[in-house]
C-alpha cells in the first residue's frame, strides 16, 4: 500500500514536470528555428520590478517592429541574485547578447571578458553624463540610461526651529557645522538625528561612504597607478574620516538600527537622512514642501556623491553584435530615458531627457538632484579589483563602526586589497 | 531443491554440514550482489553531483584561481594553505567562532529538543497543536526569521525593553549584534530557537519507539516520573540520541545564513565561521582558489570530528 | 516538568489521579510559555502580511508589530500575484521537491542500508566518501557545478522525436537529479540501521527473505525516525533553494518559489509583500508537516517493539 503510493507520487510528479517542461521548450523551441529574424538574447536585473520592465516592453516592442533583422527576447532575473546568474551563464559558455550590469562591476567583466567593448557613436555617449558610461582602460564598455545621487533631506521646519542654517551647492556645511547641527538636533530630542543607513550591506556601504572619504581627501585605491590602496584608505585623511565616523556612531548621532528605507525620516523620528533619489517621492508625499534636498558635507575636499548606476554592455561572445548595436543605439532614445526616468525616479542620463522627464527639468521638485550630481558625482574606481575594495572596505567601516582601532583597521584593509591586486598582476594597470 | 528428488531417495545422507557450507557461500555472493545494487543508484549519482564538482573545486584549492578572471590559473602548491594559517587572522577566528558555537550549541539544542519532546510526547488534548507551533521557525524562511530577529536585538528592540521590564530597570540590555561580545551569544540564542523544533521531532519519534508497556511496569514498580524517565526513557532513547548530537554538530559546523543576514562576520570578526568566510573569500572576493583551500580544511576537520563522533558512539557489542 | 504520562488501563486511585491533573496543569502552563516563544514570528508575518510597509516599518518599534492594528487590508496578497506568478512557481516547488524527497528516501535508504548491514566490495570506499563530504558548502561547488551539467547529455523531444543533446540548463531535471543523492541522509541512515539488531535479518533469511525483503519489510518499518529526520532535512533545503535555480534556469516558467522570494528586494524590500508571500509559501510546508507529523509518530508507534 504505501509503496504504492510511493511510486504514484513520484511517476504523478515526474509525469507532471516532463509535461510542464514540454510546453516551456515548445514555447521555446518556435523562435529559434527557421530562417526569419535573428533572436537577440537580452537580460535584466529587474525581474520583480514592474515599471521598470515596462518601459524595456515597450522598447523592445517597438524596436521589433521597426525592423525585421532581429528579434529582441528578454529573461529578467532578481537583483540579489543577478550576478550569481552571469557568472554562472559565462562559466557554462551560455552569456545572452545583451546584459545589464551595476556601474562598478563593468571593469570586472570587461577584465574578464565577459563583454565587449561597446562601440556605439560617440553622438550617444558623448551626450551621457558621465558617470552613466562605464570605461576600463579608457574604452567605453557599458552606458546607462540613468544616474542614482543620494542627498541629505531635512525638513525645513525643523532646521529653522533649530535656528540651523539651510546649505546650498555653494555653499555646503563645512563638517564642523554639520557636527554642530547634529549636536543642536540630538538636544532637541532627537534620539539618533541622522539616518546614515548603516542597517544596510553589501555594495550600499562603498556607494554611501567612500565618496565621505573621498570628501575627506582620502580614496578607495591611488586612482593614479590603480595598483596599491596605501596612503589612499589609509593615510591620514582616511583616519580622520574614518574617526569622525566612529563617533558619530559613539556619540549617538547616528545609528545602524532602524530599516532600510527612509521610514524613520517620514516618521520624523531622524531629522536628517542620507539616502538615494529613489526615497525622494515617498518623502515628497510624506512631508511635501517642507522637504529639503541637501548637499551632503564638505570633509575638506568639497561635497562628493557616488556615480554610476546600472549600464548596458554586450557580451563578447554575442554572435549577433550589431544587431545588439542596433538595438541600443535605437534604445538610447530621450523619450525612453525620460520613461525610465519617470517611472523609477532616476536622473534621465541626457540634458534632453531631463526636459522630457516629470521630476528632473528645470523648476520640478527634485531637480536638486540634477545639480548636486553635476556638481559634485564621483564614480567608483574603474578598475577590475572593485569587488575585492567594495568588499574589504564595507568590512573596515563596520569594524570601525563597532569600535576597533581606525589606524590597524585600515592598514590591515589596505594589505588585503594590495595583496589581491598583487596576486592578480595588477589587473592589467 | 534437495527435496525435488522425493520418493526414489533411499538413505538420506548426513548433508548437513555441506549444505550449510554451500549456501553460506551462495549467501555470500548474494550479499555482495545485493550490497552493490542497493549502494549503485546513490553512489553513481553522488559520483556525479558531489565528487566530480568537489574534485574540480579541491583541484583550484592549489591553484590561485579566480572565479572571474582572463588568466588561467597558476599552480600555487600549498601557497593557499600556508595563507590561511599564517597570513590570514579572520580564517583563524573563522575556526575558533565555529567552535564556540558548536560547543554551545550541540548541548543545549539537544537537551532544549529533548524537553519541549517530552512535553509534547503526553497524552493531553492539543498536543498536536504544541507539536506544530514549535515547528513553526523550523519551516519559516530563515531570511525573514533572522531579519525579524535583527529588530529585535536594536538597542531599543523588544528584547531590551522585555529585559528592562523584567528586572524593573535594574538590568541593561545590550547593543546585542555591535558589541564583539554578545554578538555571537545572540545569534546562537537564535539559532537554537530557530532550529530546535526540528530535533524535537527526532527525540519524539524516538520517544515513540518506547513501548508503553516498560512504562506501566515501571509504575507498578513504584517508579516516579524521574526515575521512568531514567530508567525507561533515556536508555530508550540511545540511537535517537547519536542521531540527534550528530545531525546538530553538522549542521552547526556549517553556519552561514543568519551570518550573512545579520551580522556579516562582524563586529570585528566576532561573529566570522568558516563556511561564511570561504564564501566571502571564494565567492564574493573572487578568489576561487583560496576559498577552495578553506573548503578543503572545512573537509578535513568535518572528517574528523564525523569519525571521532562514530568512534565514541559504536555499538559496543 | 519533564515528565511521561503513558496509558493505563486500571483504575487509577485518588491520589494518583490528583497527582496527575497537576502535572497536567504544569505541562499546559510550560508548553504555552514555549508556544509563545516560538509563535511570534509567525504571528509578526501574518500580521505584517496585512499592513502597508510605512506601517510595518514604524510598528516594528514596538508591541505593535505583533497586533493587528491599523489600516489592515489583503492589498499585499493581491501585489503579490501581480508581482510573482505564485501559482506556476508553486507548481514547480512542489514537483522539485517531491521528487528530490520521495526518491531521495528511497535511493538513500537503500545505500545506507547496504553500508550498514551488508558486506561487499567497495562499502568501505563508499562508506569513507560519505563520510568526508557530509557538508559541502554549495558556493564552493557551485561553479564546477554549473559547468559540469552544462555539458551532461540529455533527452530532448522536438515534435515528438526524442533524440540527445548535450546541456542541462534550463530543465526541471537540472534542480531535481543533482539532489537525490545525499551524503547527509545516506550517512543518517546507516547510523541508524546500525542500531538495527542484526539477528532480525537472520532470523528472516532463514526464512528465505531476500535481501530488499528484508530492506522493505523489516528495517524499513523500524526506521521511522530515520525517515522523518531525512524527510524533513531534505525538504527544507529543497524548498528554500534559490541559488541553483537562478544559476542553471534562466527561464522564468522553470523558476520555484524562493526565487519569488527576491523579486520583493528592491531597492526598498517591498516589506508588506514579503511577508505575504512568506506566509503564502510557508502554508504548503505546514500542511506537510501536520499531516506528515500523525503518519509518521503514530505508525511508527504501532509499529511496536525495537530491538
Not at chain 1, 529582441?72 to 547578447?97: H, K, R, W
Not at chain 1, 526616468?341 to 540634458?351: G, L, M, N, R
Not at chain 2, 542497493?38 to 559520483?47: D, H
Not at chain 3, 520521495?102 to 550498514?116: D, H, T
Amino acid at each position: 500500500m504505501k509503496r504504492r503510493s510511493l511510486v504514484t507520487i513520484v511517476s504523478v510528479s515526474a509525469a507532471s514536470a516532463l509535461a510542464l517542461s514540454a510546453c516551456g521548450q515548445a514555447g521555446q523551441g518556435d523562435g529559434g528555428s527557421g530562417d526569419g529574424p535573428q533572436e537577440l538574447t537580452m537580460w535584466t536585473h529587474s525581474a520583480g520590478n514592474p515599471a521598470e520592465l515596462e518601459v524595456y516592453t515597450k522598447i523592445i516592442d517597438d524596436f521589433n517592429a521597426s525592423q525585421d533583422q532581429y528579434t529582441v527576447v528578454t529573461e529578467s532575473f532578481p537583483q540579489g541574485a543577478y550576478n550569481d546568474a552571469i557568472v554562472a551563464a559565462a562559466a557554462a559558455g551560455d552569456l545572452p547578447c545583451l546584459l545589464d550590469m551595476d556601474g562598478p562591476i563593468v571593469p570586472n567583466w570587461a577584465w574578464a571578458e565577459y563583454i565587449q567593448p561597446l562601440e556605439l557613436p560617440t553622438s550617444i555617449t558623448d551626450n551621457l553624463l558621465p558617470t552613466a558610461v562605464g570605461t576600463y582602460q579608457d574604452e567605453i564598455y557599458a552606458a546607462g540610461y540613468w544616474d542614482a545621487a543620494l542627498s541629505i533631506f531635512a525638513r525645513k521646519s525643523v532646521l529653522d526651529a533649530n535656528a540651523i542654517r539651510i546649505p546650498t551647492i555653494d555653499e555646503p556645511w563645512t563638517i564642523e557645522e554639520f557636527d554642530a547641527a547634529l549636536a543642536t538636533l540630538k538636544a532637541a530630542g532627537y534620539e539618533t538625528p541622522l539616518d546614515i543607513g548603516a542597517e544596510d550591506k553589501g555594495e550600499w556601504w562603498s556607494y554611501a561612504y567612500s565618496p565621505m572619504l573621498q570628501s575627506a581627501g582620502g580614496d578607495l585605491i591611488d586612482r593614479e597607478t590603480m595598483l596599491t590602496a596605501d596612503g589612499a584608505l589609509n593615510g591620514p585623511e582616511a583616519v580622520e574620516f574614518f574617526t569622525w565616523f566612529q563617533d558619530s556612531f559613539a556619540n549617538g548621532y547616528t545609528s545602524n538600527s532602524g530599516t532600510i528605507g527612509n521610514q524613520e525620516f517620514n516618521d520624523d523620528v531622524v531629522a536628517l537622512s542620507y539616502t538615494g533619489v529613489w526615497n525622494a517621492m515617498g518623502s515628497l508625499e510624506a512631508i511635501g514642501d517642507d522637504l529639503l534636498i541637501l548637499p551632503p558635507p564638505d570633509f575638506g575636499d568639497g561635497p562628493k556623491i557616488g556615480g554610476g548606476s546600472w549600464q548596458w554592455g554586450i557580451s563578447s561572445s554575442c554572435d549577433a553584435v550589431d544587431g545588439a548595436r542596433e538595438y541600443l543605439e535605437f534604445s538610447f532614445q530621450d523619450k525612453y530615458i525620460a520613461e525610465f526616468s519617470d517611472k523609477q525616479v532616476v536622473i534621465p542620463a541626457t540634458a534632453a531627457a531631463e526636459e522630457l522627464s516629470a521630476n528632473f527639468g528645470e523648476g520640478d521638485p527634485l531637480r536638486p538632484f540634477v545639480e548636486l550630481s553635476q556638481a559634485y558625482a564621483l564614480a567608483r574606481p574603474a578598475t577590475p579589483a572593485y569587488p575585492v575594495i567594495s568588499s574589504t572596505f564595507e568590512k573596515a567601516a563596520k569594524d570601525i563602526m563597532s569600535g576597533s582601532d581606525v589606524q590597524s583597521t585600515l592598514d590591515g584593509a589596505v594589505q588585503e586589497i594590495d595583496t589581491n591586486i598583487t596576486s592578480n598582476d595588477g589587473y592589467g594597470f | 531443491m534437495a527435496s525435488s528428488t522425493t520418493s526414489v531417495a533411499p538413505a538420506r545422507p548426513p548433508a548437513t554440514p555441506d549444505l550449510a557450507r554451500r549456501r553460506s557461500s551462495a549467501g555470500a555472493r548474494g550479499e555482495r550482489r545485493s550490497g552493490l545494487a542497493m549502494a549503485a543508484p546513490a553512489a553513481i549519482l553522488l559520483g556525479l553531483f558531489l565528487i566530480v564538482p568537489v574534485l574540480l573545486a579541491f583541484g583550484l584549492s592549489f591553484t590561485n584561481a579566480r572565479l572571474i578572471s582572463p588568466n588561467p590559473p597558476r599552480f600555487v602548491g600549498l601557497d593557499n594553505f600556508i595563507r590561511a594559517f599564517t597570513q590570514d587572522p579572520v580564517f583563524l577566528r573563522s575556526v575558533l567562532n565555529t567552535f564556540l558555537f558548536a560547543i554551545v550549541v550541540v548541548p543545549v539544542q539537544a537537551g532544549l529538543g529533548l524537553l519541549l519532546a517530552v512535553l509534547v510526547n503526553q497524552k493531553l488534548r492539543g498536543v498536536t497543536f504544541f507539536r506544530i507551533v514549535y515547528f513553526i521557525p523550523v519551516v519559516t524562511s530563515i531570511v525573514v526569521v533572522s531579519i525579524l530577529w535583527k529588530f529585535m536585538y536594536q538597542p531599543t528592540g523588544l528584547i531590551n525593553s522585555f529585559i528592562d521590564t523584567m528586572t524593573f530597570g535594574v538590568l541593561q540590555g545590550a547593543d546585542w549584534l555591535n558589541n564583539p561580545r554578545t554578538a555571537l551569544p545572540a545569534i546562537i540564542v537564535l539559532s537554537i530557537w530557530q532550529a530546535v523544533g526540528f530535533h524535537m521531532l527526532i527525540w519524539l519519534s524516538g520517544l515513540q519507539t518506547i513501548p508503553g508497556e516498560l512504562y506501566e511496569a515501571a509504575r507498578m514498580d513504584g517508579a516516579d516520573a524521574w526515575a521512568q524517565f531514567k530508567n525507561v526513557t533515556w536508555p530508550g532513547l540511545r540511537s535517537t540520541m547519536i542521531f540527534v548530537l550528530v545531525t546538530i554538530t553538522i549542521s552547526a559546523l556549517g553556519l552561514f545564513v543568519q551570518i550573512d543576514v545579520m551580522t556579516q562576520g562582524g563586529p570585528q570578526n566576532s561573529t566570522t565561521t568558516i563556511v561564511y568566510h570561504a564564501v566571502r573569500k571564494g565567492y564574493r572576493e573572487q578568489e576561487t582558489g583560496y576559498g577552495a583551500a578553506i573548503s578543503l580544511i572545512f573537509f578535513v576537520l568535518v572528517l574528523v570530528i564525523a569519525l571521532v563522533q562514530r568512534f565514541v558512539t559504536r555499538e559496543k557489542d | 516538568m519533564a515528565t511521561i504520562t503513558a496509558p493505563s488501563s486500571r483504575q487509577l486511585d485518588r491520589t494518583e489521579r490528583q497527582q496527575r491533573r497537576r502535572r497536567n496543569v504544569w505541562s499546559y502552563l510550560a508548553m504555552a510559555l514555549f508556544a509563545v516563544i516560538f509563535l511570534f514570528p509567525m504571528v509578526f508575518m501574518f500580521i505584517s502580511s496585512l499592513k502597508p510597509d510605512a506601517q510595518i516599518l514604524s510598528d516594528v518599534r514596538s508591541l505593535n508589530a505583533f497586533l493587528p492594528v491599523g489600516d489592515l487590508s489583503l492589498d499585499n496578497y493581491r501585489d503579490v500575484f501581480d508581482r510573482v506568478p505564485v501559482a506556476r512557481f508553486m507548481i514547480n516547488s512542489v514537483l522539485i521537491t517531491t521528487l528530490i524527497v520521495v526518491l531521495g528516501l528511497v535511493v538513500n535508504s537503500m545505500c545506507g542500508f547496504a553500508l550498514s548491514r551488508l558486506e561487499w566490495k567497495g562499502r568501505g570506499a563508499v562508506l569513507a566518501v560519505v563520510i568526508a563530504t557530509l557538508i559541502v558548502p554549495f558556493e564552493t561547488i557551485a561553479i564546477p557545478m554549473v559547468y559540469w551539467v552544462s555539458k551532461l547529455p540529455t533527452l530532448v523531444f522536438e515534435g515528438g522525436v526524442p533524440k540527445y543533446d548535450f546541456g542541462w540548463l534550463n530543465t526541471y531535471q537540472v534542480q531535481i537529479i543533482p539532489f537525490i543523492a545525499n551524503a547527509f541522509s545516506i550517512f543518517l541512515f546507516t547510523q541508524y540501521f546500525s542500531t538495527i539488531p542484526k539477528s532480525l535479518d537472520e532470523a528472516a533469511r532463514i526464512d528465505g527473505a531476500g535481501w530488499f525483503t528484508i530492506y522493505r519489510k523489516i528495517v524499513v518499518p523500524l526506521a521511522g525516525p530515520a525517515f522523518a529526520t531525512v524527510a524533513i532535512l531534505t525538504f527544507l533545503p529543497a524548498w528554500n533553494s534559490y541559488l541553483w535555480p537562478l544559476m542553471v534556469v534562466q527561464e522564468e516558467n522553470l523558476r520555484p518559489v524562493m526565487v519569488g522570494m527576491q523579486y520583493f528586494f528592491q531597492l526598498n524590500p517591498a516589506w508588506g509583500e514579503v511577508m505575504a508571500y512568506t506566509t503564502l509559501i510557508t502554508l504548503p510546508v505546514l500542511i506537510v508537516f501536520l499531516s506528515f507529523q500523525r503518519a509518521f509518530v503514530s505508525s511508527v508507534a504501532a509499529s511496536g517493539v525495537k530491538g
